[in-house]
């Protein structure tokens, strides 16, 4: 990414934060606490998500005879398909519907496939005139402007901005000011557009293939209207919305809008048998209504393709298709909350699903555009209701945006240094020339072991006015950010020259994993780990270890990331076949053995990884669950504490999702803390994200949520478990945290 596009997307965000921030955070933490709230309600909460899941599988694999099966019903209850092979299809015959129907006007319901096709442009080019129905449609629609959530399309909106709007444009009688004013002008005056409208068009959240059904799930009764009012519905939906039963429809009623917006059930659900034979009303006699058989109804179910059944044969977009358009994904996603989709976001679809979506339709030019906003922590993945591995899809298309229009050898962190085995295949811009700042944050191994080996020089140069200046301008590298110093001896070089202390158990021994920031440059909480790990009876063993391959897997450099693993699970492999345990400091690289491996090494090669290793926090519950002696350890009464024991600790985003923090929680406790937990889901700094010059200030806002937090606590001391909350928390506090064993280790 060139200076001027960092600069220019920058001042973008910039702009989102001051404009439509405030609005964005409240709405989407308000729904993201109501699912919190709503799931915790369900028994059956996560059967029902492997249920639906499960759906989703076997329709998607068995499209193409579910299409046939579902045009064959629809056509028997007298309706008619058309399946579009893309969006000018799908446009052509919507369009043609209308002249059919002589129609002026066409209401419509909330749809995101049809936003998709950009129906509404093409009927108005026709002459026909197409109003939304739904409240927040039609607010964008009389503002000019485009959704920026999935299920809550103006949210960006205050209610304040929403009155100047309507009193500019509509100059009522009163001003208006309430939300219970606005919704009542908005419903009257689009109540007058539905009774004259001579086309009604739905999306249709799912079909059903045995019966011809179709299932609306809405906030408002606007779809209903739509449907039953004009003579002829038009229904538009993606060919994935199809299922096979309409007994598979009950798991996605209860998750749905639990999902997205908290409710146990979403306001209206809506099960239709189009063409819908109940009796229309005269609006001029409204007691008399038309009897049924008086009306002619149609129905025209538009299917649309657009690039689906290609999703479908690839691998790795293909579990995008099994999206239910919760918004789930971007409501739990710190970066969305404070940007949300006019950011986070492609032509349609917003938030950590939409990297797949707009691949898939658009292309990747346009998911380039908001992609690397997705920093892999993987929240999404506990918030989707069917389990969609987001981050995975997003890394993958990162992947291939960074191959697109690759000349060659260019994945190495300088020129002429460090070229890449494979030929350099990552790690290069859209346009076909070298992301230097993909290469340089994708290669941490290779300077950390640099700024080791050269400190502490590297650490006075790096930080230096001059050197701060040609990373930002070269590499984007915020220079607002202070670099993290590497230590000359390393945590490995340290465990070397020491002797063991404390007995060693035969039967039980770790693996201590030095990672590359315990390893490099947070050496004092490996050293604590040790300590901790020893005087619990452990025999530790600390080997040097490549790399789990993390920094360029978050990059999208996928082909470095698999030769790290298969680096490190060779290394690893004697230590396995020993029985040895392998403790893990740093979260994310947890999150590697037991999750990310599974896509980056073949088969079930990473199993035997992920069945042994353990978060250090994690471990150290276990042996004193176990019996292991809780006086060997620094309590808050203890000669190594200070203060009155009243800590605050923030967990790490992939501790979270692993469900590790409730073990940090229960040592401190056990060992006599005072202990402050911080509910905001993430630091802001996600790794190397915090220090690209373009979200830096995305990255600050994220992240002063957490900082209030942690001053208002007032704790005698400030606890954070990974790296990235380490150096986040420093710059916010002025002050850097510790790890938890830190506090608890027993003294050198």
């Known amino acids: 990414m060139s200076l001027d596009s960092r600069e220019a997307k920058a001042a973008r965000i910039r702009h989102l934060l001051e404009t439509e921030g405030s609005a964005i955070a409240e709405n ?41 099966e579902l045009t064959e019903r629809v056509e028997e209850n007298g309706g008619t398909v058309y399946v579009a092979e893309d969006a000018a299809d799908a446009n052509r015959y919507v369009a043609e519907v209308c002249e059919d129907a002589d129609a002026e006007r066409a209401v419509k319901s909330k749809s995101m496939t049809s936003e998709e096709i950009e129906v509404n442009e093409h009927l108005e080019s026709r002459g026909v005139d197409v109003v939304e129905t739904d409240l927040g449609e039609w607010v964008l629609q009389v503002a000019d402007e485009t ?69 609306l799930v809405t906030s408002e009764g606007n779809a209903r209207k739509t449907v039953t009012v ?15 039963s309409v007994e598979d429809l009950q798991p996605f009623v209860e998750l749905i809008g639990r999902s997205g917006t908290g409710q146990d059930v979403t306001s209206y659900i809506s099960l239709l048998t189009p063409p819908v034979d109940s009796p229309t009303v005269d609006f001029d006699d409204p007691d008399t209504p038309v009897t049924e058989g008086e009306v002619d109804r149609e129905f025209h179910l538009v299917l649309v393709d657009n690039g689906r059944m290609a999703m479908r044969e690839d691998d790795d977009l293909r579990e995008t298709l099994y999206c239910i358009r919760c918004s789930a994904c971007s409501n739990t996603c710190a970066n969305f909350q404070s940007v949300g989709g006019h950011a986070f976001g492609g ?55 960074n191959r697109e229009g690759d000349d060659g050898d260019l994945e190495f962190l300088v020129d002429g240094l460090s070229p890449d085995a494979e030929g350099g295949t990552d790690g290069t811009g859209g346009d076909g020339t070298p992301d230097r700042q993909k290469r340089l944050f994708g290669n941490y191994e290779t300077l950390a072991k640099l700024g080791s080996a050269t400190a502490p020089v590297s650490n006075w140069a790096a930080n230096a006015a001059p050197s701060k200046w040609f990373l930002e301008r070269v590499a984007g590298v915020d220079a607002r950010r202070e670099l993290p110093p590497f230590r000359r001896q390393t945590l490995v070089d340290w465990f070397r020259a020491r002797e063991a202390e404390g007995p060693r158990d035969p039967d039980r021994r770790v693996v201590l994993y030095p990672d590359l920031y315990t390893n490099y440059t947070l050496v004092e909480r490996g050293k604590a780990a040790v300590r901790t790990l020893e005087a619990l009876g452990i025999g530790v063993e600390v080997p040097a270890m490549p790399g789990t391959g993390r920094p360029p897997l978050s990059q999208g450099m996928i082909a470095t990331a698999r030769e790290k693993a298969e680096s490190l699970t060779d290394a690893l492999a004697p230590y396995l076949d020993a029985n040895y345990d392998v403790v893990v400091i740093e979260p994310s690289d947890l999150a590697m053995f037991r999750e990310d491996y599974a896509n980056l090494l073949p088969d079930d090669g990473h199993e035997p990884l992920a069945d042994a290793s353990y978060e250090l926090l994690e471990y150290v519950y276990g042996l004193l669950e176990n019996g292991a002696d809780v006086e060997a350890l620094s309590t808050a009464t203890g000669d190594a504490a200070s203060g009155d024991g009243r800590v605050a600790y923030h967990s790490h985003c992939q501790q979270r999702t692993m469900r590790l923090e409730e073990h940090t929680l229960a040592v401190l406790d056990e060992l006599g803390y005072d202990v402050t937990t911080s509910d905001v889901e993430c630091c802001g700094m996600a790794g190397s994200f915090g220090y690209k010059e373009q979200y830096y200030d995305l990255s600050m806002d994220v992240g002063e949520n957490l900082g209030a937090q942690l001053r208002e606590a007032d704790a005698e001391h400030v606890l954070a478990s ?23 280790a027993p003294g050198e």
């Open 722 to 744: 990974g790296t990235s909350c380490t150096e986040q928390i420093g710059d916010l506090l002025g002050d850097e945290p510790v790890h938890p064993v830190e506090l608890i």
């Open 28 to 68: 989407t933490r308000g729904f993201n606490q109501g699912r919190y709230d709503a799931v915790a309600d369900l028994e059956d909460y996560q059967e029902l998500r492997e249920e639906a899941r499960a759906i989703k599988e076997d329709a998607i694999e068995r499209l193409p005879e579910l299409i046939d």
């Open 147 to 215: 959704p920026s959530h999935i299920v809550a399309p103006a949210i960006h909106r205050s209610r304040e901005s929403i009155a100047e709007l309507f009193d500019e444009r509509f100059d009522p009688e009163e001003p208006l000011e309430t939300a219970e004013e606005l919704t009542m002008f908005a419903r009257e005056r689009l109540l007058e557009q539905i009774k004259g409208a001579d086309v009604g068009v739905t999306g249709a959240n799912f079909l059903t293939a045995d019966s011809g059904s179709m299932l």
């Open 230 to 244: 004009p003579d002829t519905h038009v229904a538009v939906a993606g060919v994935e919305k199809v299922v096979p």
């Open 347 to 401: 032509e349609t679809y917003s938030g950590g699903i939409a990297t797949g979506w707009e691949a898939g339709i658009e292309g990747l030019d346009i998911a380039a555009e908001f992609n690397d906003l997705c920093t892999g922590c993987s929240r999404c993945v506990e918030a989707c209701p069917v389990e969609i591995d987001i981050p995975w899809i997003n890394t993958v298309v990162r992947d291939r945006i």
